[in-house]
């Protein structure tokens, strides 16, 4: 199976910027997407931000674009989420996500991170 970690989260002010990480371990052939997720109290989960295999771009929501930066170090089996000018809005548990292969299991399977509260408040 796949093992994905998350560090970085914590409480910030509005306008300030925290850095996310995440590393997928495990018997990885290939992970084909890695982003991140959230979830907000009282709605569902959505998509922030990923960067899909062999992309040169990433995408972004639009309300985090030009905010938020993520990136991925494929030979490490990593993602990033630089996260600028945070909102209290945007206070969530913030999920690391890969689609990922693996030796035992050669079709994509999604893995899922633990989940880092990030806290946006004065």
């Known amino acids: 199976q796949v093992q994905v970690v998350e560090s970085g989260g914590g409480l910030v002010q509005p306008g300030g910027s925290l850095r996310l990480s995440c590393a997928a371990s495990?018997?990885?052939?290939?992970?084909?997407?890695m982003g991140w997720y959230r979830q907000a109290p009282g709605k569902e989960r959505e998509l922030v931000a990923d960067?899909?295999?062999?992309?040169?771009?990433?995408y972004y929501r639009d309300s985090v674009r030009g905010r938020f930066t993520v990136s991925r170090d494929n030979a490490k089996n990593m993602v990033y989420l630089q996260m600028n000018s945070l909102k209290p809005e945007e206070t969530a548990i913030y999920y690391c996500?890969?689609?990922?292969?693996?030796?035992?299991?050669?079709?994509?399977?999604?893995?899922w991170g633990q989940g880092t509260q990030v806290t946006v408040s004065s």
């Open positions: 996500h890969a689609a990922a292969s693996t030796v035992q299991t050669p079709s994509l399977r999604d893995y």
């Open positions: 495990g018997s990885i052939t290939s992970i084909y997407n």
């Open positions: 960067v899909k295999l062999g992309r040169t771009t990433a």
